[in-house]
């Protein structure tokens, strides 16, 4: 009794010790602010996506591991350590393919897939427990230092994007995307706080991105006092109803674990993106037999699922609501996950009340503007990767709250209707100019912004969503869709990475060494790229016209090389692979080969054969 009494007051002391120290205390914290929170601007928190936060790996005493470049190693997705790798896989691997049998390469390519992710896994209670850090910024952006600008920047361009909003109003809520919810909802709430007495207003704004929305819905539900504390919230393209893609991981709906579908679809889809890469992961799987790669595969998958992604409650927390009970049952109904399972019952529930919840916050006075992108498919890991309309990693159902769309490439049935679910006004057209999209029937008809063909993981470089959320998180003038012709309901997607690369480099060409042919068209195609990126409306085509164009006048000049067309040679040759030997390795080949020279030679003599 008298041991534990003596433990317990040296745990309140070291408690006391604790508290001075810790960042996210607002006791601590003074007015920092030039305003002293009398203006009319409201403090604005981004609280960002999946793997937008800087989560990086310790020793054991809790310091950053550092690489050979001095950079912090980064634990997001997973910790890659190359020699470990080499000496898991290279033993197996070459055996097997010498003997074109499966001699323990599956097992080691699975134990290298859990070396890398282990890092992530979290405990029994879904607590993290690997050695990773987050670093935090508890403090305004005036007071970022160039680091904290660089990691900030890499997501959300501030640098590049004005806004008429102090910097010392201005916070990134960095976070574990591996986390645990319940935690990662409580943080955000005391980061409110902090800025709060930081900043000395009593509202704050908050910027949810993708998955940010799933703690932002998570902390609406658990601490509904906060409703009181916001003035205005903009999602951005958010996971408020998860991913489908998640959805099917978490239902083992996998395509690619289909020899098939991998060769013939999976690698196919991938090759739109990226076809060099593609095709030399093809090339290298059929080094393998068919059954060694497969079970490497399923057992890879495997490992990451249950021993690292189903422990994480910030993963379930992105799992949409309709295939929520499949995936508990599935994978959290064992008395060992009960603490886990406990915790994503109160996440369903969230998903559950998520509308109810913006509904309470809009009778609060509190402004709710979303923007949702559209017609690009979801990437084709899960086995509905198709079945909706999507922005690539998300499906639109679930970042517009309720949107009605024909899927991707198809529009809605000529004698479709606007339903008006979430729409009052009958003088609203909310159907979008392509008749893809009803979005009178999405929970906020009147303050969702769409943009079509926008990439989700490329939302970052589209200038008009970036320039509309710098408005509307500085100023008030933005009621709704019907504001400001300069921001329509319904626009494109748009990419202004590589313009503004050209445009730096045309600023660094010295004119007086240019002709006078070549400073024309120098100078036209600035003006044209500097003219498309004034605008916020423009034709689908307005940003790779004027890249094109710039190009062509760098090359004019010498500064750039011409394009080159690189001709594909994988995928002819992929192709042919697979319309003779399937998904078959290599090694299968004379003996395919073979058979079929027998086949064909019996068929020749009439004994008939399957074709
Ligand atoms: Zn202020
Ligand atoms: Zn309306």
Known sequence: MKKTTVRLLCFLCALCLLIPACPLMPLAAEKETVCGGDCPYYPTIIVPGLGQSSVVVTDDSGAPLTDRDGKKVSAFPAWIQTGKLIRTLLGPA????????????????????????????????????????????????????????????????????????????????????????????????????????Q?????????????????????????????DELHKILFVVPALDGSRIIGDVFNDEITFLDS??????????????????????????????????????????????????IRSTGMWALCPSGAYESAAARYLSSPDMAAIKAQTDRYYQVQLHHKDNIRKLQQKGVQVFCVAEYDISLINVGAHWNDQNADFIIQLDSTSMGATSANVGETLPADYKQQNTCCSNPAHDHISPDRVIDASTGLLPDTTFYFKNQRHDLTQWNDVILKLAMQLIAHDDIKDVYTSPAFPQFNYGRNVKNLLALLDKAAGVNRKLLTRRQKAKLNAAVENAEAVLSRTVDGPTAVPDAEAQLHKALVLCGKEKPTVETPDVFTPVSDFLYRHFGSDGYSEYPRLTAKRAVDGAAGFFGAGGKN
């Open 94 to 197: 070459l055996l097997s393919l010498f003997t074109q049998r499966d001699v323990g390469f599956s097992d080691a390519f699975a134990e290298a897939i859990y070396d890398a992710f282990s890092i992530n896994r979290c405990d029994e209670n879904a607590i993290p427990e690997g050695n990773v850090l987050t670093e935090k910024f508890p403090y305004s952006y005036a007071k970022y230092s160039d680091y904290d600008k660089y990691i900030v920047n890499q997501h959300i361009p501030f640098e590049l994007y004005p806004t008429d909003l102090p910097r010392d109003h201005l916070y990134y809520f960095e976070y574990n995307s591996f986390g645990n919810h319940i935690g990662l909802a409580n943080e955000l709430y005391d980061f409110i706080q902090l800025v709060k007495a």
């Open 199 to 227: 900043t000395g207003h009593d509202k704050v704004n908050l910027v949810p991105l993708s998955q940010g929305a799933s703690i932002v819905s998570a902390m609406l539900e658990y601490t509904p006092a906060v409703m």
């Open 260 to 309: 098939d579908y991998l060769y013939h679809g999976f690698l196919e889809n991938i090759r739109l993106l990226d076809a060099p890469t593609a095709g030399l992961i093809e090339l290298a799987a059929r080094l393998f037999p068919d059954e060694v790669l497969m079970s490497a595969l399923q057992k890879g998958v495997r490992r990451l699922v249950e021993d690292v992604m």
